[in-house]
């Protein structure tokens, strides 16, 4: 079965330096998607990608982060200069529609971002 | 602020017994609703999706829309202990652009 892949699973950092975050969508989908999920707390929308540009991008998605598609197949997120309250598990996600009748999100197993 | 509430929980009940989940949504602009499971430090897998007021079965899960009152609840029948997890609801927003609006979950516990 298709599968949203993630990497790395978990990664630590120190403040203030650069990650970036690796996702590889189901083939087939065209709308790409993260969201971060900080410990005990609800799934947030970060920012959603479509035809090689952002379509919406959440409050928490500031000019510290960018996203890219580098190639036919990655999906990246990119902190530029990470603080502690980037600690979270970050979830790549894919769907193949966008609408009402088939836009359910498929999840990526996640990266753990974790930053001293 | 476009919002999904859920209770919290925990949600605690017998195996075989009925688990019924609510939540309710503040946007009316949303056309889609979906049910995540989420286990504890796992991704969320996708149970189930409904967009026309009324009821979806799928197999042991139901669940259940009413856009007048902005509520759709997910009933799981015969619960059983692997069916302990975290329950999140979530909205497709209104602005077209696929981003989901998630609620904090509640927690299920089906007890043997």
Redesign the interface.
């Known amino acids: 079965e298709p599968e949203v892949t993630q990497t790395p699973s978990h990664q630590v950092t120190q403040m203030g330096q650069e990650v970036i975050l690796r996702c590889v969508p189901i083939s087939n989908h065209l709308?790409f998607?993260w969201?971060r999920q900080i410990l005990g707390?609800?799934?947030?929308?970060l920012v959603?990608f479509?035809n090689n540009e952002i379509?919406?991008k959440s409050e928490i998605f500031d000019d510290q982060f960018s996203v890219e598609r580098p190639d036919g197949s990655n999906f990246t997120l990119k902190i530029r200069s990470t603080k502690l309250e980037d600690s979270a598990m970050y979830?790549c996600a894919s769907?193949k529609r966008?609408?009402?009748?088939s836009?359910?999100?498929?999840?990526?197993?996640?990266s753990r971002l974790t930053v001293l | 602020q476009k919002e999904v509430e859920q209770n919290s929980g925990p949600l605690s009940v017998p195996e075989g017994a009925i688990a019924s989940l609510n939540c309710t949504y503040s946007d009316r602009g949303s056309?889609?609703f979906?049910w995540y499971r989420q286990y504890s430090g796992?991704?969320?897998?996708?149970i189930m999706?409904i967009?026309s007021n009324g009821d979806k079965e799928d197999g042991r899960f139901t669940a259940q829309l009413n856009k007048a009152s902005q509520y759709v609840s997910l009933l799981i029948r015969d619960s059983q202990p692997s069916d302990s997890a975290t329950y999140?609801c979530?909205a497709?927003?209104s602005?077209?652009?696929?981003?989901?609006?998630?609620?904090?979950?509640t927690t299920l516990q089906v007890k043997p």
Do not use: C, H, W
């Open positions: 709308y998607y969201y707390q609800k799934v947030e929308f959603s479509y379509s919406e979830f769907s966008r609408d009402r009748v836009g359910e999100l498929f999840f990526g197993e996640g | 056309q889609s979906f796992k991704s969320p897998e996708l999706f967009y999140l979530a497709l927003g602005s077209n652009t696929g981003k989901l609006i998630f609620g904090q979950g």
